[in-house]
């Protein structure tokens, strides 16, 4: 196999930090701006839900312009649709508990399976009344206000839950110290929401599980520039790492707080070569070993490890990530079931995956519209001829122009 050189690829922005700066520019006095935003489907679902509270935005093709509330928000006279769209469900939801009146949150089917108990016990507790479906959505949440104190959240679900409660935090009536209770996942999902917080003025502190806002405190309106994506970038590391090739992923920092950066340090265990630049990162593959990693802290690439162990030498366990079974499908069972279509040995664990390679050959690929699995099967077909993949357009979710941007790398093979 000859290895390719596929050239400079870009990524798109954030959604998680897009998100994450369109409601806590909401809540800031004033008018803020947000530069890079992400175009994906989950954000553009978060404007919208924000227009149904009445809060008025502008759009240009660089950035977003935000009119915030300083905290007062109304409710929506309809219900708001969020599709799919977990974080926009957990965002809104925490908005909706500051909004006088009735809010009314829904989503497709998958969405009304995804637990949600854990964020409304906390609000419970904040003061806020919701209906719930024995702790799924639809939701109707009763909100005007929230008042202090301390509270405990369950965190072995979605850190979503707990950014969603620390992003209203600063204006509830008294300072709130939330607990976290079980184990937490994706905690660096965490950090990204204060990162966010204190860029806006919000006073945060943390000892370990417990974390501290002030409610005196509340946001300032800023411009805010959202960096590139660091899951999306994991498709096309994924791809050298496959080929024994070489990619540069342009404007992306190995410095940034996104969790899935590190899945670079999980390539270099594997044997890739990975090169650090002022001007974005470099993968450069080589001859594959499988690994044993505990992926709890960035389980967005799991489906993307998974498909590049099948090209590795021996085994790779995928350990700590039994919460991927409430993503956008059921990601585990999912990855299991359509890498042994393609011929891999694959045990499911409850928390995780045991992959192993095997004969391979191409097959027609259900990907359960989750975006994830669409792109982490792709890099498959880099080298697995006759993979069909269904619903590929599920991409828009996260990386609007995926398809166009995998042309540079099917196009150089």
């Known amino acids: 196999m000859n290895a390719p050189d596929f050239g400079v690829v870009t990524v798109p922005a954030s959604k998680s930090y897009t998100n994450r700066a369109l409601i806590i520019s909401t809540l800031a006095d004033g008018v803020s701006r947000i530069r890079n935003s992400s175009t994906a489907d989950d954000s553009r679902l978060m404007i919208d839900g924000l227009r149904k509270f009445g809060i008025v935005t502008e759009e240009t093709e660089n950035e977003i312009v935000i009119h915030g509330t300083g905290g007062k928000i109304n409710s929506p006279e309809t219900e708001i649709y969020v599709g799919n769209g977990g974080t926009t469900m957990r965002f809104l939801a925490g908005l909706a508990a500051l909004a006088n009146g009735v809010t009314v949150l829904t989503g497709d089917n998958r969405m009304n399976e995804r637990p949600i108990s854990g964020l409304t016990k906390a609000l419970n507790q904040l003061g806020v009344d919701i209906e719930s479906n024995n702790g799924y959505p639809p939701l109707n949440i009763y909100g005007g206000k929230i008042k202090g104190g301390a509270i405990n959240i369950e965190a072995n679900v979605s850190s979503q839950?707990?950014?969603?409660?620390?992003?209203?935090?600063?204006?509830?009536?008294?300072?709130?110290?939330?607990?976290?209770?079980?184990?937490?996942?994706?905690?660096?999902?965490?950090?990204?929401?204060?990162?966010?917080?204190?860029?806006?003025?919000?006073?945060?502190?943390?000892?370990?599980?417990?974390?501290?806002?002030?409610?005196?405190?509340?946001?300032k309106s800023r411009t805010y520039t959202i960096e590139n994506d660091a899951s999306s970038a994991s498709y096309f590391f994924g791809a050298a790492a496959t080929t024994g090739g070489k990619i540069k992923v342009a404007n992306l920092s190995s410095n940034s707080k996104q969790a899935d950066i590190k899945f670079l340090d999980v390539l270099k265990k594997m044997g890739c070569e990975v090169i650090s630049e002022p001007d974005g990162i470099t993968v450069i593959g080589n001859k594959l070993i499988g690994v044993d990693v505990d992926m709890s802290d960035m389980s967005d690439v799991v489906p993307t490890l998974a498909v590049v162990a099948v090209f590795a030498e021996g085994k790779t366990t995928i350990r700590n990530v039994a919460h991927l079974r409430y993503k956008e499908s059921d990601r585990l069972n999912a990855l299991a079931t359509e890498l042994r279509k393609l011929g891999a040995q694959v045990i499911e664990l409850d928390d995780g995956l045991e992959i192993t390679s095997g004969k391979?050959?191409?097959?027609?690929?259900?990907?359960?519209?989750?975006?994830?699995?669409?792109?982490?099967?792709?890099?498959?077909?880099?080298?697995?001829?006759?993979?069909?993949?269904?619903?590929?357009?599920?991409?828009?979710?996260?990386?609007?122009?995926?398809?166009?941007?995998?042309?540079?790398?099917?196009?150089?093979?």
């Not at 939330?178 to 204060?194: A, D, F, H, Q, W």
Request: glycine fraction near 4%; hydrophobic fraction near 40%.
């Open 161 to 219: 839950f707990i950014s969603s409660v620390l992003m209203i935090a600063p204006y509830a009536e008294s300072d709130i110290t939330l607990k976290l209770t079980g184990k937490v996942y994706s905690k660096p999902y965490i950090e990204m929401t204060l990162d966010v917080m204190r860029a806006f003025g919000a006073e945060v502190q943390q000892d370990e599980n417990h974390y501290f806002v002030k409610s005196v405190n509340p946001y």
């Open 360 to 413: 391979l050959s191409g097959s027609e690929i259900e990907t359960y519209n989750d975006h994830r699995i669409v792109m982490s099967f792709a890099i498959a077909g880099l080298r697995v001829p006759n993979i069909s993949i269904l619903n590929p357009a599920c991409v828009k979710k996260s990386f609007p122009d995926f398809w166009e941007e995998w042309e540079k790398v099917e196009g150089s093979r």
